[in-house]
């Protein structure tokens, strides 16, 4: 299994970026991919969950509207687009497989219930 994530640098706030991750391993189009994030000194936070068809996406309060998570099911790869980034927003961001589906929203953000996680890839927003 691998998660190889990409598309991350560094970037003035206001900037946009545009983050993939590919998979391979195991069956991308049965699992529903997540991105999450850590910033120095913090833990992992939860930022975006994509369902395993595209039909559904859950995103963290303080990205909803300006980031945007797709899949393309064919390619075998998860996409995060951030407009509007934030100084706070500097981190290291993962992909990460959640082989079921989650019906509340406590279970879609937890850390635990993702078997699968890239290598992170490190998004840096100046001011």
């Known amino acids: 299994v691998q998660l190889q994530a990409s598309g991350g640098g560094l970037v003035q706030a206001g900037g946009s970026l545009r983050l993939s991750c590919a998979a391979s391993g195991f069956t991308f189009s049965n699992y529903a991919m997540g991105w999450f994030r850590r910033a120095p000194g913090k833990e992992r936070e939860f930022v975006a969950r994509?369902?395993?068809?595209?039909?559904?996406?859950t995103y963290a309060d303080d990205v909803k509207g300006r980031c945007t998570i797709a899949r393309d099911n064919d390619k075998n790869t998860v996409y995060l687009l951030m407009n509007s980034l934030r100084t706070e927003d500097t981190a290291a961001y993962y992909c990460?497989?959640?082989?079921?589906?989650?019906?509340?929203?406590?279970?879609?953000?937890?850390?635990?219930?993702?078997?699968?996680w890239g290598q992170g890839t490190q998004v840096t927003v100046s001011s």
């Open positions: 994509i369902a395993s068809s595209g039909g559904g996406t």
């Open positions: 990460a497989a959640d082989p079921r589906y989650r019906s509340t929203l406590g279970s879609r953000v937890s850390v635990g219930n993702y078997n699968y």
